[in-house]
């Protein structure tokens, strides 16, 4: 007969609940809580498996899977995971992640092939049968959130005991599994909101270079091209992934200066005079200007490449004449790129230079306005710029 799973002191339990709390609300990163959900779910019951679900409006969408007894790379459980056993759920009866979420209600089930017909829920037991693996017990907890909201449901599959042995999930480990899955919820919704911030303001930012580029008569996709140059050109240089990705929203505001460059000067079809090319170079301190002082990481990256994006590797740029790593290693990278699109690109003063007198060009300018780094970057990343090149032409698709 099997033993009962080894049962924690209350105060231990309640002890590790507040524990796990502080680590769910510390994640940031929607995908990296979810994953962390169900980790501490199943290492505070013990289980040998689970599933994370969330809901959305009448459906539950599958998001997590762990299982430390099947390998979740291998073929035939990544085959069907592909396939319909995770496909989205009903909230309703047909399920029994659907039932918890439609009821709120814990379902513990202690032999997955023992349910009574008279059972008010279905169970789909193919993962076991295309895997291999045999479920036993199962406790599906909702993830309510204060307001009485189902968020996603928490399944846990064979709770273990002190021996490694299958056993049924005890009464008290479900109650205390429901207070963990409140906070839970908390985090996830949290998660949600600092998520649609952040796209509203990444939204904002990418119409605010777009605004700029539109008064230069810049063709909207530049910003398509040279923002995914730098992002390529970025990663390449072995950077942080974030770092990349905020480089990419970032770097459309390079020219948001030329929101406050007169008309005249902005808009002439010839070439500037000396005292007008001074005006002109401003953008890039009001451009500083304009993102200065802010909370936001993004801008204050974006600070920095409005800034230094017309500085030159030999100290002759603009506006601060800096030379070589005084210059911020982002507006190196986001002067690279801009500059190799602006050649590759047609334009209303100048056909398009093909590829191979693009690299010319920027070659012969390595050590004088490049850094030798991001063009030995922007080479070896070449047929990726290129696909984007390819992607984002002239004339097609909206800005950003």
């Given amino acids: ?45 013990n289980a040998t498996a689970g599933t994370l679900y969330l809901s959305d409006g009448e459906m539950l969408h599958f998001e997590v899977v762990q299982n430390d007894a099947l390998d979740t790379a291998d073929s035939t459980v990544r085959n069907h995971l592909d396939a319909s056993g995770f496909a989205p759920l009903p909230i309703n009866d047909n399920s029994i992640a659907g039932y918890v979420a ?15 017909e008279d059972a008010p829920y279905n169970l789909n037991l193919s993962y076991d049968q295309e895997t291999g693996f045999r479920t036993q017990s199962l406790l599906l907890v909702p993830m309510r959130h204060l307001d009485g909201r189902v968020l996603g449901v928490i ?35 949290n ?18 270079g777009v605004a700029a580029e539109y008064r230069d008569k810049e063709t909207g996709n530049h910003l398509n091209r ?3 140059y730098s992002r390529e050109i970025a990663k390449e240089m072995g950077l942080d992934e974030q770092v990349c990705e905020h480089i990419f929203y970032a770097s459309p505001l ?29 953008h890039t301190t009001i451009g500083a200007r304009i993102l200065s002082g802010s909370s936001s990481p993004l801008l204050r ?26 210059i911020p290693l982002v507006g190196r990278i986001v002067a690279a790129a801009d500059v190799f699109d602006a050649l590759a690109s047609k334009r209303v003063y100048k056909a398009a230079f093909s590829i191979e007198k693009v690299l010319e ?22 047929p990726r710029l290129l696909d984007i090149k390819a992607r984002f032409t002239e004339d097609d698709g909206e800005p950003l």
């Fill in 102 to 116: 439609g009821r709120g209600t814990v379902l513990n089930i202690r032999n997955a092939y023992n349910i009574s």
């Fill in 1 to 45: 007969m099997n033993k009962p799973m080894a049962s924690m002191d209350l105060e231990d339990q309640l002890r590790q609940l507040v524990n796990i709390g502080i680590a769910l609300s510390d994640e940031q990163n929607l995908a990296d809580l979810l994953d962390c959900i169900l980790y501490e779910s199943r290492r505070f019951t």
């Fill in 226 to 228: 040279m923002s995914r």
């Fill in 254 to 282: 390079h020219d948001v200066g030329k929101l406050g460059t007169p008309d005249a000067i902005l808009l002439k079809p010839g070439k500037l005079t000396a005292d007008e090319y001074e005006i002109m170079k401003q």
């Fill in 191 to 208: 998660a949600h909101l600092r998520r649609d911030l952040e796209q509203a303001q990444l939204e904002t930012i990418m119409r605010l």
């Fill in 361 to 382: 060009i920027m070659h012969n300018d390595t050590g004088s306005h490049f850094d030798p780094q991001v063009i030995e970057a922007l080479d070896r990343c070449l």
């Fill in 301 to 326: 990256l974006a600070e920095r490449i409005a800034i230094s994006h017309h500085e030159k590797w030999n100290g002759s740029g603009y506006p601060a004449g800096l030379k070589g790593e005084e």
């Fill in 155 to 189: 399944q846990l599959i064979n709770a273990r005991n002190q021996d490694g042995e299958t056993v049924a999930f005890a009464e008290d480990i479900a109650e205390l599994l429901l207070a963990l899955a409140s906070q839970a919820a908390v985090a996830v919704r």
